[in-house]
């Protein structure tokens, strides 16, 4: 079993940045891809980032891929997602997620471990 609790969330500017952090705790949460997704009012949840247990390979959706940076400290079980020049359009629940495998997959279903979301909130 993997736990997942984001936090960082929050109301910001237009052009502003936030960074989401995301802690895991479970016996072998450090072995698992960590992926970030999003979901805005009345849109189904989206794929945002991905990134490899070791940390060393990372795929993004590419809107978003000179916007967010998505990282992880295994020592502390933490994955993080900053997020700069963000927009009003990036208004929505993030949610992190836990997958064991090696391929990097954006589908939510082969997620098998959820957070419980942190609303993030763009003000134009």
């Known amino acids: 079993q993997v736990q997942l609790v984001e936090s960082g969330g929050g109301l910001v500017q237009a052009g502003g940045s936030l960074r989401l952090s995301c802690a895991a705790s479970?016996?072998?949460?450090?072995?698992?891809?960590m992926g970030w997704f999003r979901q805005a009012p009345g849109k189904e949840r989206e794929f945002v980032a991905v990134?490899?247990?070791?940390?060393?390979?990372?795929y993004y959706v590419d809107s978003m891929k000179d916007r967010f940076t998505i990282s992880r400290d295994n020592a502390k079980n933490t994955v993080y997602l900053q997020m700069s020049s963000l927009k009003p359009e990036d208004t929505a629940v993030y949610y992190c997620?836990?997958?064991?495998?090696?391929?990097?997959?954006?589908?939510?279903?082969?997620?098998?471990?959820w957070g419980q979301g942190t609303q993030v909130t763009v003000s134009s």
């Open positions: 997620a836990a997958r064991a495998g090696t391929f990097f997959v954006m589908d939510t279903q082969a997620y098998k471990y």
């Open positions: 479970g016996r072998t949460a450090n072995r698992y891809q």
């Open positions: 990134i490899k247990w070791s940390g060393d390979s990372t």
